[in-house]
Every structure is written in C-alpha cells, then in structure tokens.
C-alpha cells in the first residue's frame, strides 16, 4: 500500500476549479462593478481588519500553547509562529486545514518537544476546536433564528446538533482509548511499505501523548475558553469589515455572519479555502439580515484579502525554516 498524491492532487484542482467558477457567477451576477465599489468603500477598514487578526491568531496559539505539558512546552512567541504557518498553509495551499495542523505539529517537534506530544496538543486542539465551533456555530444559528422570526427550523437545528454532539464524543472516545494504536495495527496488517510500518509504530506512544494531555482538566477547560476567545475576536473583526463598507450593525450580526461562514468552511473542508462556497454562505446569511448581496460578497472578499496578507509572509516564513533546516543538516553531513 503506497501512499499516491498523485491521485489527490487532480481531485483538489478540480474542486478549487469548480470554486472559482462558483465565486465568479456570484460575482457576475451581483454585477463587478457593486462588489468591486464594496471592496474599495473599506478603505481603512482592510488594513485594520488584517491587523486586528493578530488577536483572534493570539488566542488561538494560547489554546495550542497551554495544551502542552509544561516540561515540553515551547516558548509562547515560537508557538504564536507556529500557529501563524500553520494558518497560513490552511488557508493558502490545497492541502484542506489538515496540512497546516501537520506543518505546525512538525514545527512544534522541530522546537524540541517530543513528537507524540507535539502530535497529541494538535490533535486535542482539533477535537476542542470542533466542541467549541459546534457550540458557536448553534449560538449563531439561534441569533439568525431569533432575528428572522424562522422557528420552524429550530427541530431539524436540534437533530444536527445532537448528531455534531454524537460524533465528537465518538472521536473523544476514539482518542482516549487507543484510537492510533488500533489503526497502527490495521495498517501493519495491510500495508507492504516499511515506511508505512514505521509510522504505525508510532501509534501507541501517539495515544500515550493524547492521554497526557487530556489528563490536564484545567488546561483543556483553559483552552476551551481561549478557544471561545478567538471566535468573539473573529467575530469582533467581522463587526469592523461590516462597519468598513458602510453597515451600522450590531455584534450579534457580526456573530451570525462568523457561525455561519465558519461553518460553512468546516462542511467543506475538502474544498481548497472554501472558495465560492464561503461568499455563498455570506450571501445567504446576509439575506436573512437585509444585508445586499455585493456588500456580503465584498465582507468575503475582505476576509480572504486578509488571509493573503498575512498568509504570504507565513508561507516565505515555513520555506526559511524548512531551508535553514536543511542547510544546516547538510553542514552537519558534511561536517561528519
């Protein structure tokens, strides 16, 4: 059994394609000029809105951050560029958001920490962040609810909550009770490639990592709540976008527009960025809130604006340490 990107990458292509094309029906439809007059009424807002990120990052890096025990815990400002890769991969590169929980993992190893803790933080930083979003993503909802006076929806809202609910205590349960080791096993079993074996035996002390880790009660609470901290920051820069193009709103709207879009991102994880389907999402929403559909997708632009600005630097960042790494690896060689 090999492993074959090969196969993956036309699939990625194909579904960034599909959303480009998406967003330029939207874009088209809504008329290039409004949604280009909605871009550049920010103004001001744009370079605030990207800056004002670095609090939603920060938050998000206490949440790694305090996961790690404290004997293997690397520095905070090391961790916040970490997160700050790790994001930018996310969001730049087809990799869906797995592969920058894989990059900041691997930086977190590189900084000195075991690897199955480095592993066992990212992993609980996941299943936390999917408790959280699920919780954020219902308060949204019943904000919308509230809003637009829609209660019919409010059963179909409660069976997909408690089915989200479901599935996270199953993953939860997974984790603590061994679920690396078990696929370790399964993979031995099938898998013909040594490299495939050395993996899996990595397995158990993967599911040591994220027993250690969940042992910590106060530290998980703690990220739970940081966790809760960076989606009312994401929300908050949300609020300044809304009020850049021109829109006195309220908080609540501004919390509506993040659930909803976040969520939407999570759904489609396996489309690179969620590109179309987040402005589609924006423009759904904003409907419900009287918000104008060129003024919606211009939010979405501005959002990605940011994810540029922030995430070209994180990226040229990723390449230098890799670089250094491996300059320093073939002087060590060399050296020897």
């Known amino acids: 059994m090999n492993g074959n990107p090969g196969r993956i990458r036309p699939v990625l292509i194909a579904l960034a394609f599909c959303g480009a094309a998406l967003l330029t029906f939207l874009v088209a439809r809504l008329g290039v000029g409004n949604v280009a007059h909605a871009v550049a009424a920010a103004r001001w807002g744009l370079l605030l809105v990207i800056v004002f990120h670095l609090v939603p990052l920060f938050m998000d890096t206490l949440t790694w951050w305090n996961l790690f025990p404290p004997e293997n815990r690397p520095p905070l400002s090391a961790t916040y560029r970490m997160r700050w890769v790790g994001e930018s991969v996310s969001y730049l590169l087809p990799f869906s958001s797995v592969g920058g929980d894989i990059v900041r993992a691997r930086l977190a190893a590189l900084k000195g920490a075991p690897v199955r803790i480095a592993a066992a933080t990212v992993l609980a930083d996941i299943t936390l962040g999917i408790v959280v979003q699920t919780l954020f993503t219902l308060t949204g909802v019943f904000l919308l ?155 979405s632009l501005i959002r990605r604006a940011r994810e540029l600005a922030l995430g070209l630097p994180g990226l040229v960042a990723w390449q230098f340490i890799e670089g250094h790494r491996l300059w320093r690896n073939r002087g060590v060689a060399a050296a020897e």
């Open 145 to 299: 609810l509230n809003a637009t006076g829609r209660q019919h929806v409010l059963v179909p809202l409660m069976a997909g909550a408690a089915l989200a609910a479901l599935c996270v205590c199953g993953f939860y349960a997974a984790q603590r009770y061994g679920m690396f080791r078990i696929l370790g096993a399964l993979l031995k079993r099938i898998a013909k490639d040594p490299s495939w074996h050395s993996l899996a035996d990595k397995g158990g002390g993967i599911d040591a990592g994220v027993r250690v880790v969940y042992g910590r009660r106060r530290a998980v609470l703690v990220s739970c709540l940081c966790t809760l901290g960076a989606w009312l920051a994401s929300s908050t820069e949300v609020w300044i976008a809304l009020r850049a193009v021109g829109l006195d709103v309220g908080f609540d709207k501004a919390v509506i527009l993040e659930s909803m879009s976040q969520g939407m991102r999570a759904v489609l994880f396996f489309v690179p960025g969620a590109l179309g389907f987040q402005e589609m999402g924006y423009i759904g929403a904003g409907k419900l809130l009287g918000i104008p559909g060129d003024i919606a997708v211009a939010l």
